[in-house]
């Protein structure tokens, strides 16, 4: 009788542990599809482990899931990295969406040649201008330079839940009305495309880039392909 209990005990462990990784390995696949999709990069997730997932994915309330980007690219910013932390998600639908987010931080790291590719790229004809970009954290700011000595140096900020960045000089033939107007148009482009009403709270300048923290409490996830193609996987 001892020996059946120990071999009943042990294969409802057996089970319980197969059909945890299963879950892990099903919701992971599901939402590393969403993420890439999102970002347009690779993508790597992983769960928190209390509760256990299989009850998190039973009762559709995850505690934790962690998404890193390889670093190509976030959507068309080139070279950049995100790495997103998300908790208390509830995945209980209604008629307009499919759950909610209650809090979301990431930290998106965009390289100094990244920056210079996402220039190049999104402003037609002057962007191709652009020869380097270099960073100076100390006064916080980036410089683009293009070819003719011409010379752009901006400062990243955040305006209003917004990365802008707020051009100081310019040395060359452009105006710097002509060069804010562009680089406004930019990253118009890349604060609009966010999901999840994902807004800038700080920004840094590094040796390398620059870094931006950004965050949102109580995201609603889109409901259907109409709202959001990417989200519709779940």
Not at 75 to 97: C, F, N, P, W, Y
Not at 151 to 180: I, M, Y
């Amino acid at each position: 009788m001892i020996l059946t209990a120990v071999i009943v005990v042990a294969l409802v462990v057996i089970g319980l542990t197969g059909a945890e990784l299963y879950a892990r390995h099903k919701a992971g696949s599901v939402l590393v599809a969403v993420a890439e999709c999102v970002v347009e990069d690779n993508a790597s997730v992983s769960f928190g482990v209390k509760p256990p997932f299989l009850w998190q994915h039973i009762n559709g309330h995850y505690t934790n899931i962690s998404v890193q980007t390889a670093g190509k690219q976030v959507q068309a910013a080139k070279g950049m990295t995100a790495d997103v932390a998300l908790s208390d998600i509830r995945l209980q639908g209604t008629e307009d969406s499919k759950g909610t987010i209650g809090s979301l931080s990431a930290t998106l790291s965009w390289t100094s040649a990244g920056i210079k590719d996402t220039v190049a790229e999104n402003l037609p004809g002057v962007g191709a201008l652009v020869s380097d970009v270099s960073t100076d954290p100390a006064a916080g700011t980036i410089t683009l330079q293009a070819v003719g000595n011409t010379k752009v140096t901006a400062k990243p900020v955040v305006t209003n839940g917004n990365l802008d960045l707020q051009v100081t000089d310019v040395s060359g033939p452009f105006e710097k009305d002509t060069v804010q107007a562009a680089l406004d148009g930019l990253t118009t482009k890349l604060n609009d495309a966010y999901p999840l009403g994902i807004h800038a709270d700080s920004v840094a300048v590094t040796d390398t880039g620059v870094v931006g923290k950004f965050s949102s409490q109580n995201a609603s996830i889109p409901g259907d392909e109409a709202d959001d193609a990417c989200f519709a996987k779940l």
